[in-house]
T-cell receptor
Framework: TQLLEQSPQFLSIQEGENLTVYCNSSSVFSSLQWYRQEPGEGPVLLVTVVTGGEVKKLKRLTFQFGDARKDSSLHITAAQPGDTGLYLCAGVTSGTYKYIFGTGTRLKVLA | KAGVTQTPRYLIKTRGQQVTLSCSPISGHRSVSWYQQTPGQGLQFLFEYFSETQRNKGNFPGRFSGRQFSNSRSEMNVSTLELGDSALYLC????????????FGPGTRLTVL
């Protein structure tokens, strides 16, 4: 069974601090996605990483895919209250048409 | 371009009843996936449909079923509801394959009493 473990589960930080969220698996994925979900809404895609070692930046967010394509990290610089939400990673293996979602990291950024 | 729509948004049922949820994908999207989201188990894959065919399914009992119509709209059905079926049911659509971006709907919040 493919599993994606995220850490930490919960994070409460002050505005302006930096943070990193980790997504780990023993399985290899063809690609890995990061989503943010806000209450009452479905997850919204932030980024997709495909190549081992790939680094992508989205404003203050930096995403990295592990060399072996088994893990990923999300780093947020100078967090803002608008970053508050549930962050989910999801991996997919080509040909399976099935996304495996991580356990989620609930982030709260205090003003 | 309209997003993924799900109906109804909220539903209250009692144990033993059955329920049907509906999902209309983004125009031009032919793949529809369903997920169950609960606080304890997180987001879990139910099944995925493409061109009216189920291509994969998750580890859920046979009480959970789905189908897709020729216009790509999809429905999922849960029979003999149990308290543990209370969850947010999310639908996501993509153009065709898992390499394409998934777009999620707002979900249907099902409460089983």
């Amino acid at each position: 069974t493919q599993l994606l473990e995220q850490s930490p589960q919960f994070l409460s930080i002050q505005e302006g601090e930096n943070l990193t969220v980790y997504c780990n698996s023993s399985s290899v994925f063809s690609s890995l996605q990061w989503y943010r979900q806000e209450p009452g809404e479905g997850p919204v895609l932030l980024v997709t990483v495909v190549t081992g070692g790939e680094v992508k930046k989205l404003k203050r967010l930096t995403f990295q895919f592990g060399d072996a394509r088994k893990d990923s990290s999300l780093h947020i610089t100078a967090a803002q209250p608008g970053d508050t939400g549930l962050y989910l990673c999801a991996g997919v293996t080509s040909g399976t048409y099935k996304y495996i979602f991580g356990t989620g990291t609930r982030l709260k950024v205090l003003a | 371009k309209a997003g993924v729509t799900q109906t109804p948004r909220y539903l209250i049922k009692t144990r033993g009843q059955q329920v049907t949820l509906s999902c209309s994908p983004i125009s031009g999207h032919r793949s529809v996936s369903w997920y169950q989201q609960t606080p304890g188990q997180g987001l879990q894959f139910l099944f995925e449909y493409f061109s009216e065919t189920q291509r994969n399914k998750g580890n859920f009992p046979g009480r959970f079923s789905g189908r897709q119509f020729s216009n790509s709209r999809s429905e999922m059905n849960v029979s003999t509801l149990e308290l543990g079926d209370s969850a947010l049911y999310l639908c996501a659509s993509s153009i065709a394959s898992e390499a394409d971006t998934q777009y999620f709907g707002p979900g249907t919040r099902l409460t089983v009493l």
